[in-house]
Nanobody, 113 residues
Framework: QVQLVESGGGLVQPGGSLRLSCNVA????????MAWYRKGPEKERELVAS?????KIYYLDSVKGRFTVSSDTAKTELQMNNVKPEDTAVYYC?????????WGQGTQVTVSS
């Protein structure tokens, strides 16, 4: 059974940095795509960043130049620099393995002074 375990959320001041990690366990197959979504207060869920098995990377416009997504065989990380209050959200790890997709439990990121 595939499980995604996230870590790294918390409270950070504007302009600070935070690193989110997502470990993928229980898969016997290669991961096709890894991504990070977020859902802020009274906002729709949105795709923040993704990285495919080919190495193609996508970033939400508002995080370009501030966030960096990376991955290896069974892990993805989201490095968040120069965070802003509008980055406050629950961040979810998402992976696609074959024809199935999986979600992490979510980790809260709060940007506040």
């Amino acid at each position: 059974q595939v499980q995604l375990v996230e870590s790294g959320g918390g409270l950070v001041q504007p302009g600070g940095s935070l690193r989110l990690s997502c470990n993928v366990a229980g898969s016997n197959f290669d991961i096709d795509r890894m991504a990070w979504y977020r859902k802020g207060p009274e906002k729709e869920r949105e795709l923040v960043a993704s990285i495919g098995s080919s190495g193609k990377i996508y970033y939400l416009d508002s995080v370009k130049g501030r966030f960096t997504v990376s991955s290896d065989t069974a892990k993805t990380e989201l490095q968040m620099n120069n965070v802003k209050p509008e980055d406050t959200a629950v961040y979810y790890c998402f992976v696609v393995i074959g024809w199935r997709d999986y979600w992490g439990q979510g980790t809260q990121v709060t940007v506040s002074s």
